[in-house]
């Protein structure tokens, strides 16, 4: 069955501290795979997307992702957290006919002083 | 441009009662979803539309009906509300498949007692 798996419920990190949020799919073909971030009591916001070509995606907010084929990965980094970046997280893919999205069961990430 | 539009933003319901969520959006976009995000599952797609007058089931249909009369607006009904649907619904909207990411509203919270 297509799926798409955060690994990770919850991460802590520190504020300055690099972060490294892991998304693995599992698909018959490469699926179109985004990255969104939900702050408390909103909704979803895009930060990056993956068709095609580049396996390192530039995204907003500065993240980037890297598309790794071989192991169906599309991780989300960020160098440097900000006390802002603490959200939620969520992973997702998409591959039929009608952009139906498949999302992962997300990653809560909190930011320590 | 205000987006994706949801009403009401937060809903309390008795077993057994009927309501209507509303979604508007204001891009002229051809595709429309209705999802529901429960702790620890992500976001889970219950119908979608692909244009005005046409409406499609997703992962999670049951209990729920829909109607896309015009293009900008989507519906959500629930014609006999139980506690298993206490969940945030987030509507969301795309231009077209594929390529284009899709947008969300901020959601609607709804209590089922």
């Known amino acids: 069955a297509q799926s798409v798996t955060q690994p990770d419920i919850h991460i802590t990190v520190s504020e300055g501290a690099s972060l490294e949020l892991r998304c693995n799919y599992s698909?018959?073909?490469?699926?179109?795979l985004f990255w969104y971030v939900q702050s408390p009591g909103q909704g979803l916001q895009l930060l990056l997307k993956?068709?095609?070509?580049?396996?390192l995606v530039q995204g907003i907010k500065g993240f980037e992702a890297e598309f790794k084929r071989s192991q169906s990965s599309f991780n989300l980094r960020k160098p440097s957290v900000h006390w802002s970046d603490a959200a939620e997280y969520f992973c997702?893919?998409?591959?039929?006919?009608?952009?139906?999205?498949?999302f992962g069961a997300g990653t809560q990430v909190v930011v320590t002083p | 441009n205000a987006g994706v539009t949801q009403t009401p933003k937060f809903r309390v319901l008795k077993t057994g009662q009927s309501m209507t969520l509303l979604c508007a959006q204001d891009?002229?976009?051809?595709?429309m979803y209705w999802y529901r995000q429960d702790p620890g599952m992500g976001l889970r797609l219950i119908h979608y539309?692909?244009?005005?007058?046409?409406?499609a089931k997703g992962e999670v249909p049951d209990g729920y009906n829909v109607s896309r009369l015009k293009k900008q607006n989507f519906l959500l009904g629930l014609e006999s509300a139980a506690p298993s649907q206490t969940s945030v619904y987030f509507c969301?909207?795309?231009?077209?498949?594929?390529?284009?990411?899709?947008?969300f509203g901020p959601g609607t919270r709804l209590t089922v007692t």
């Open positions: 997702a893919g998409q591959t039929d006919s009608w952009g139906k999205l498949q």
């Open positions: 969301a909207s795309s231009q077209k498949r594929g390529m284009y990411e899709q947008y």
């Open positions: 698909y018959g073909a490469t699926p179109y």
């Open positions: 891009m002229n976009h051809e595709y």
């Open positions: 539309s692909v244009g005005e007058g046409t409406t």
């Open positions: 993956y068709f095609s070509g580049d396996t």
